[in-house]
């Protein structure tokens, strides 16, 4: 599942993949097995051990859109849309491609919120810079399913689930998990 050989790592990487979840500390997600944190995310404990982990990362502030804002641009922009560059505008200035995939939102570079997808947790929406690469790159969920399957990913992967999957609340009750 981490794209490349047990032991042998590759030079370079053709493919980064971030996957953004939150409101969940590390202690309730990364476990030893058979652990409470290793039940509660087992998929993600998985992953963390066959392709490594993160471990010094730190949230810059409540709510969520300043974290996404941050994790993309160095910049905790608070409200609204910015002219600052992103990790995306990089990423497609140097001829590379970048796709935002956001589970749940009903059409690509979607501006507003229709739980369970939200505008907050997206932040490619945000950035002018990107003007007219949004609507190509800024994509649902189900587009993340085509790209796997037609082994078509980009150079950088941006994966937002949304609020049914992503460790903020429980769709089936409305209630916040945490």
């Known amino acids: 599942p981490c794209g490349f050989k047990s032991g ?7 493919h980064v993949i971030v996957i953004m979840d939150e409101n969940t500390s590390y202690g309730q997600v ?7 944190a290793a039940t509660a995310a087992p998929f ?30 160095g910049v905790a922009s608070v409200s609204g849309s910015t002219s600052i560059a992103s990790i995306f505008s990089q990423v497609h200035s140097n001829g590379r491609t970048w796709r935002a ?38 994509l ?5 399913d085509h790209d796997l399957a037609t082994y078509a990913m980009p150079s ?3 994966i937002t689930p949304d609020q049914c999957d992503n ?12």
Request: hydrophobic share 35%.
């Open 30 to 36: 990364i476990g030893q097995p058979g652990s409470d």
């Open 167 to 178: 460790m903020h609340m429980a769709c089936t009750t409305g209630e916040n998990r945490i």
């Open 44 to 73: 993600v404990t998985q992953l963390a051990a066959a392709c490594g982990l993160a471990t010094n990362y730190h949230g810059i502030t409540h709510p969520s859109h300043p974290n996404y804002m941050a994790a993309t641009s």
């Open 8 to 14: 042998i790592r590759p030079a370079r990487y053709d």
């Open 101 to 138: 995939y956001n589970e749940s939102m009903p059409a690509p570079c979607q501006h507003f919120t229709v739980l369970p997808y939200m505008v907050e947790h997206n932040p490619g929406v945000w950035y002018q810079p990107l003007g007219s690469t949004c609507a190509g790159s800024d």
């Open 156 to 158: 950088l992967a941006f």
């Open 140 to 144: 649902g969920g189900t587009a993340l």
